[in-house]
Nanobody, 125 residues
Framework: QVQLVESGGGLVQPGGSLRLSCAAS????????MGWYRQAPGKQRELVAT???????TYTDSVKGRFTISRDNAKNTMYLQMNSLKLEDTAVYYC???????????????????WGQGTLVTVSS
């Protein structure tokens, strides 16, 4: 079973920084696009940033210039470097990935959209 596990959340003061990680594990042979989403209390989940397997990135306007998404394909891990954090960045952050689960050699595989369990980021003074 393919899993995504986030880490790196916590409590930080306004203006501070955090680095989130999202590691994929299980039986798969390829990860396509990956992304970070967040959900603040009482609000809908929103897309924060995405990155393709080739490294092309997109960001929602509110985090441009402050957050940086990256990935290490050799480690099957994605990161979100968050700088200049604001109170409104407080949310549960989720990672998401499009993954080919199974084996390309045998031809026994399926294409899945996988979500992590979330990690809480709290920005507070």
């Amino acid at each position: 079973q393919v899993q995504l596990v986030e880490s790196g959340g916590g409590l930080v003061q306004p203006g501070g920084s955090l680095r989130l990680s999202c590691a994929a594990s299980g039986s798969f042979f390829r990860i396509n696009a990956m992304g970070w989403y967040r959900q603040a209390p009482g609000k809908q989940r929103e897309l924060v940033a995405t990155i393709t397997s080739g490294g092309t990135t997109t960001y929602t306007d509110s985090v441009k210039g402050r957050f940086t998404i990256s990935r290490d394909n050799a480690k099957n891990t994605m990161y979100l470097q968050m700088n200049s954090l604001k109170l409104e960045d407080t949310a549960v952050y989720y990672c998401n990935a499009d993954i080919y689960e199974g084996s390309a050699v045998t031809g026994n595989y399926r294409y899945l959209e996988v979500w992590g369990q979330g990690t809480l980021v709290t920005v507070s003074s």
